[in-house]
């Protein structure tokens, strides 16, 4: 599978990590909306938030329990952003589930 998440994940493609455990990998967006903006994917490739099921979604369910930790741990105190877009007319351009958290800004709507 030509995934380029994957390849982050495995270390085939350089990244800045935030965090890593068994189950996810943070790092850093090379293309930044906001002073912070990392992204967090679950190991396992899932497509896409579509792509969640019963089978699937502890990944989801832990990655939405590291996410304060990430942030507490980068110095976060004013509140941040947790994104995905799911699907191409939602934006998104890379297929393997991932959730954009940004902060260090006030983030308009
Ligand atoms: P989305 O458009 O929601 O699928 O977001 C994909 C994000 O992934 C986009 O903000 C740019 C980021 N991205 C794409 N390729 C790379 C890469 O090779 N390294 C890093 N750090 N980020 C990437």
Redesign the pocket.
């Known amino acids: 599978m030509d995934c380029?998440?994957c390849k982050?994940v495995s270390g085939e493609?350089p990244?800045?990590k935030a965090y890593e455990d068994e189950f996810c990998y943070a790092?850093?967006?090379?293309?930044p909306?906001a002073p912070i903006?990392f992204?967090v994917v679950p190991r396992e490739h899932i497509a896409s938030c579509d792509a969640v099921t019963a089978q699937n979604s502890a990944a989801v369910a832990h990655i939405f329990e590291v996410i304060p930790q990430i942030v507490r741990q980068i110095g976060v105190t004013d509140g941040y952003r947790v994104?995905?877009?799911c699907g191409r007319a939602a934006?998104?351009?890379?297929?393997h589930l991932?959730f954009?958290v940004l902060a260090g800004t006030e983030l308009p709507w």
Request: net charge positive; charged share 10%; aromatic share 16%.
């Open positions: 380029i998440f982050i493609i990244s800045k790092f850093y967006d090379v293309n909306k903006h992204l994104i995905s877009n934006g998104q351009t890379v297929f991932h954009h």
